[in-house]
């Protein structure tokens, strides 16, 4: 089923609906078209498209979709080639360098689950500084009672 020629538009959203955006190219604005997004029945990541944002927009007839975004001139320079970067509005990121992950919130870091297991060589918690997390792992060799034991392995500060 033929819609038409196939052309492609580099332009910028004008408006924003959810998931569909009006994208203004060359004299003329879209109307509301699908911003392509990742979802699979594995991994669904959305990221809110935004007003201003530079975008191809791909036209058959009626029909399109957007591709976005491109990434504005004024923050290639600050482009890293060999990490991977999230960053969002607020300031708060997410990075990736060889082997290393690096989450910088501005506010709080809430991690939600049933369980929780930390493996490493050490822990810690609090910055530089910090002393041995008493573990209360000991047991007195007179009383059988248990008493504090420092843990050498995780540190926190006070």
């Known amino acids: ?12 959203i004008v408006e924003v609906k959810g998931a569909l955006v009006k994208v203004q190219y ?6 509301f078209v699908p911003y392509l997004q990742t979802a699979s029945g594995f ?15 791909f036209k058959l007839g009626k029909l399109g979709f957007v ?20 960053t969002y509005e607020d300031g708060t990121s997410i990075s990736y360098k060889n082997g290393v992950i690096e989450i910088k919130s501005l506010k709080e ?5 049933t ?16 002393l041995g997390v008493v573990t209360g792992a000991c047991v007195c060799a007179f009383t059988g009672a248990p008493h504090a034991d420092v843990s050498l392995k995780v540190k926190a500060a006070k």
């Open 43 to 57: 991994k669904t990541h959305f990221t809110p498209p935004q007003v201003d944002e530079v975008v191809v927009l």
């Open 115 to 130: 369980s929780a297991k930390i493996e490493a060589d050490s822990i810690e918690l609090g910055g530089e500084g910090a």
């Open 1 to 12: 089923m033929m819609h038409g020629e196939a052309r492609i538009y580099l332009g910028t």
């Open 109 to 113: 870091l809430n991690i939600k689950c």
């Open 67 to 86: 591709l976005g975004s491109i990434l504005p001139t004024s923050l290639q320079s600050q482009i890293d080639t060999q990490s991977e970067v999230i």
């Open 26 to 31: 060359t004299d003329t604005q879209s109307d």
